[in-house]
């Protein structure tokens, strides 16, 4: 005999989808507003209803099984299809409501307070959801309906999207005290040297953007996994960066160890974008946030 539909819920779903994605039963529990006991309880019941085990857990960590990935791909689905139609209902002039909200990594930290603080204050109604991960990350979970709209780059390659640019941020150059670098008038992208200049890893957005900037650039150079280990990399000596201008902001405590000097070329920096699915109906509230978002641009980014 089939099992009744009366022993799933949406917020059931919810609760796994954080956990699979944060790999970690309280932070899942934080995100979702709920203790992490009642959250860990709802998730058993679900894989008990189911017949299948979505997590292992260990002391160590919470890993998504082989049945359980197949599981999710259902639930992302219909979590989309639920968020989808409650968009159909919410036709007002401003956002209200849950919003899915991701940021790229190098820049949700130092950018994603003063949007919570301004949201706070001009939009109280909407209740965000945070993520940040890389680029490829949030575009797939936007095109599956996990999340509604991600701050980042928006590229030629990414079909089926719409995006409005918020503000660009330049790059900055950060070389250590007493680098030559930091003793010329002038720092112009075609005098950089290749030898000494330190990226992040394969996979971050800002990475390929500095090896555009820097052409000839070699591939093979030394590298950091997030941009708070290139700061140290940086401070201790080990090369020089282009690190963009509001994750230069946020660290003074080093400035006794790194020089940041402007670039020359106004063009060397990113434009970062509201995007959201092209299907989305909520395009027009998506458009009004952007350009809140833009007449509060921090003051070292540039809007249009």
Avoid at 226 to 248: K, Q, R
Avoid at 262 to 286: K, V
Wanted: aromatic share 4%.
């Amino acid at each position: 005999m089939p099992k009744s539909l009366a022993g799933l819920s949406l917020r059931d779903l919810e609760y796994v989808e954080a956990v699979a994605e944060l790999k970690h039963f309280g932070r899942a529990a934080e995100r979702c507003g709920v203790s992490q006991p009642a959250l860990s309880e709802q998730v058993r019941k679900l894989e008990a209803h189911l017949g299948v085990p979505i997590f292992e857990r260990t002391k160590r960590r919470v890993a998504v099984t082989g049945q359980g990935e197949i599981l999710l791909m259902h639930i992302d689905r219909l979590l989309a299809e639920a968020r989808h139609l409650l968009a159909l209902g919410q036709q007002s002039t401003d956002l209200c409501g849950i919003l899915q909200l991701g940021a790229i990594e190098t820049l949700g930290p130092y950018y994603l307070p003063a949007v919570l603080a301004l949201l706070r204050d001009e939009l109280p109604d909407v209740s965000l959801r945070l993520t940040e991960n890389r680029t490829s990350a949030l575009v797939e979970r936007l095109r599956h309906g996990a999340m509604d709209v991600i701050l980042a780059v928006m590229t030629p390659d990414m079909p089926g999207l719409s995006h409005q640019a918020i503000f660009f941020e330049p790059f900055i150059l950060a070389a250590p005290r007493r680098h030559p670098l930091t003793t010329l008038p002038h720092i112009k992208l075609d005098i950089l040297p290749h030898e000494d200049l330190l990226l992040l890893d394969e996979g971050h957005c800002l990475r390929d953007q500095a090896l555009e900037l820097c052409s000839g650039a070699p591939r093979a150079t030394r590298h950091a996994t997030s941009l708070e280990t290139l700061w140290h990399m940086i401070a201790a000596g080990e090369g020089y960066s282009l690190l963009p201008a509001l994750a230069v902001r946020a660290r003074p405590d080093i400035a006794t160890l790194v020089d940041c000097r402007t670039l020359d070329q106004a063009s060397a920096g990113r434009r970062i974008s509201l995007i959201w699915r092209a299907s989305d109906p909520r395009e027009a509230q998506f458009r009004r946030f952007a350009a809140l978002l833009a007449a509060h641009a921090p003051d070292v980014v540039r809007v249009d």
